[in-house]
């Protein structure tokens, strides 16, 4: 039998791929064509023969493996996590600055004495001396007017 | 409150496993695993290998979460990515495979052997068609796609799925020959497969 020229076609009408206009015109043409209509049947043979292939059983254990396999390889988890420990690099880095900075501040507080440190003290002598003072001209006022007393 | 929710959609999905959510990629490993794997399991024919298969797939797919733009279905992306995946496999069992498939015989069994017979001479003659055969006929006999999807997936104009899957078909009634050519059942002596 020789094959016709549409038979390539009979796929597209077995697949229900054809629009409607085309789909009618190409059952007209099985009614009349023997060698498409052959190659139709064959198809559906076919596709009933694959139908009875049952789907493969997925495995029960694969899900667990597949999630693992998904856990393990978290590329843009690990980018997240490397942002997070950049994050907290970054903060135990600036504590330890400043940790730094506090230390080296109470050791030069140990060597030199800041200037308003000095100022303070010199001012609280200055008072401390100006005090003596009042207290001395105190006591000679007092000796002073009991010795008139006295003369 | 939460059960009167639709189920996200795959798109959801993706977007969310972009955005960091773990569960949200476990759900899509749910909804799609056991699709891949009857895909990766009649395009190699081995477990172990169909299993490997549908792991690399979501591992790949993990990986590309960001460079997918939600252009084709979720399914459809990943069967791309699984028949990407198969075409590399067979590139390395290639010569094994062609050396086991010389020593089988191309016509199986006739007809009205036991159903597991016919099941298995299926399997086996999807698994004699040449990759791109292969693949076609898998996806649409046995995945039930759209010539558009299956063009999708193949990455090719719909037309040469049309062609593809004519000749694919034809190579595969070669090899279950038996079924098409061979004495029907109380079907007389008939030589076609055509008649009525």
């Known amino acids: 039998m020789r094959e016709c020229e549409q038979i390539s076609r009979v796929s597209a009408y077995h697949d229900g791929e054809m629009p409607p206009a085309e789909r009618a015109e190409f059952r007209q043409h099985l009614s009349q064509c023997v060698s498409c209509a052959a190659e139709l049947e064959r198809l559906e043979r076919l596709t009933a023969l694959l139908s009875s292939l049952p789907p493969p059983a997925t495995p029960p254990w694969m899900l667990d493996r597949l999630y693992r396999a998904v856990d393990l390889r978290p590329v843009h988890v690990l980018r997240r996590m490397a942002e997070a420990l950049s994050a907290v690099a970054a903060v135990i880095l600036i504590a330890c600055l400043a940790g730094l900075a506090m230390r080296s501040s109470s050791q030069a507080s140990a060597g030199a004495m800041p200037v308003w440190e000095s100022r303070a003290l010199n001012q609280q002598s200055e008072e401390s001396t100006f005090g003596g003072r009042e207290e001395l001209v105190a006591q000679w006022m007092a000796q002073d007017l009991s010795g008139k007393d006295g003369l | ?196």
């Open chain 2, 1 to 196: 409150m939460d059960n009167d929710q639709p189920p996200p959609t795959d798109w959801e999905l993706v977007k969310r496993a972009r955005s960091g959510h773990v569960g949200s990629f476990h759900e899509l490993v749910d909804r799609h695993a056991p699709m891949l794997y009857g895909l990766a399991m009649r395009l190699v024919g081995r477990a172990e290998d169909a299993q490997d298969l549908v792991q690399e797939t979501f591992s790949g797919a993990f990986r590309g979460l960001r460079a997918f733009g939600g252009r084709s279905a979720v399914k459809t992306w990943l069967s791309q990515i699984l028949v990407r995946q198969a075409a590399r496999y067979y590139k390395k069992e290639y010569r094994r495979r062609a050396i086991l498939l010389d020593q089988r015989p191309t016509a199986t069994g006739p007809p009205g052997q036991s159903r597991a017979d016919l099941r298995m001479d299926i399997a086996e003659a999807i698994l004699a068609l040449e990759p791109p055969y292969r693949e076609i006929i898998v996806l649409r006999e046995l995945q039930g796609m759209t010539y558009d999807e299956i063009a999708a997936v193949l990455r090719v104009p719909r037309g040469t799925v049309e062609s593809r899957l004519f000749r694919a078909r034809r190579r595969l009634q070669e090899l279950l020959k038996e079924y098409f050519f061979g004495p029907r059942p109380g079907a007389g002596e008939k030589e076609s497969g055509a008649a009525p």
